[in-house]
């Protein structure tokens, strides 16, 4: 039972391009997500994140949005840079819970020069 | 702010044999956190501890994997025996309030 999907394993994005990571969920409990950048042989690191109670997040480059009608959430990065190719993964957590993160199985971005 | 420190890096293993992964995670952070992440899946909690207690171990399997937290700092996570399936990497994280989970870079295990 995959309560967070990324449907689309990996995205191929020209330099200076915009790049949307898409993302649905669908336990209805989750009221606040994060996006994690991982890069070969480290952690996932924190890139942004939104609260069920906003539409919008925009953090330098990188913008997430929300649509909890559709259950669906997404990245935005422009302009897109080499040094944005990594996995992304989406993850979503329930603050009336143990606070744990629920990750999507994650999208390869790669950005051609 | 040092981050959570993870050791070993790497780890190759037989079938059947033991291994030990240990943690310290960033200081003050109250909640830690073991995940294993499968090829080309994203992380998957193992259990969670609030100082040294455990919060949730409900996906730890539990016959073969076993973790502690004893003095509600550095946490070492266990399996015996080792199974081919469980090669993955093993991320360490932790959290002090708010959302934001803070992860180690992880051990590869590989059991051949």
């Known amino acids: 039972d995959q309560q967070v999907k990324q449907n689309s394993p990996s995205l191929s994005v020209q330099e200076g391009r915009i790049s949307i990571l898409n993302c649905d969920y669908t336990?209805?409990?989750?009221?606040?997500f994060l996006w994690y950048k991982k890069y070969p042989a480290e952690g996932p690191t924190f890139l942004i994140s939104i609260s069920s109670i906003k539409d919008k997040n925009e953090d330098g480059r990188f913008t997430v949005f929300l649509n909890k009608s559709a259950k669906h959430l997404s990245l935005h990065i422009v302009p897109s840079q080499p040094g944005d190719s990594a996995v992304y993964f989406c993850?979503?957590?329930?603050?009336?819970?143990?606070?744990?993160?629920?990750f999507g199985s994650g999208t390869q971005l790669t950005v051609l020069p | 702010e040092a981050g959570v420190a993870q050791s070993p890096r790497y780890k190759i293993i037989e079938k059947r044999q033991s291994v030990a992964f240990w943690c310290n995670p960033i200081s003050g952070h109250a909640t830690l956190y073991w995940y294993q992440q499968i090829l080309g899946q994203g992380p998957k909690l193992l259990i969670q501890?609030?100082?040294?207690?455990?919060?949730?171990d409900s996906q730890l399997p539990k016959d073969r994997f076993s973790a502690e937290r004893l003095k509600g700092v550095d946490s070492t996570l266990k399996i015996q025996p080792a199974k081919l399936e469980d090669s993955a990497v093993y991320l360490c994280?932790?959290?002090?309030?708010?959302?934001?989970?803070?992860f180690g870079s992880g051990t590869r295990l590989t059991v051949v």
């Open positions: 994280a932790s959290r002090v309030g708010g959302t934001v989970v803070t």
């Open positions: 501890f609030q100082n040294n207690g455990v919060v949730d």
């Open positions: 993850a979503a957590g329930s603050s009336g819970s143990a606070r744990q993160l629920t």
């Open positions: 336990n209805s409990m989750f009221d606040y």
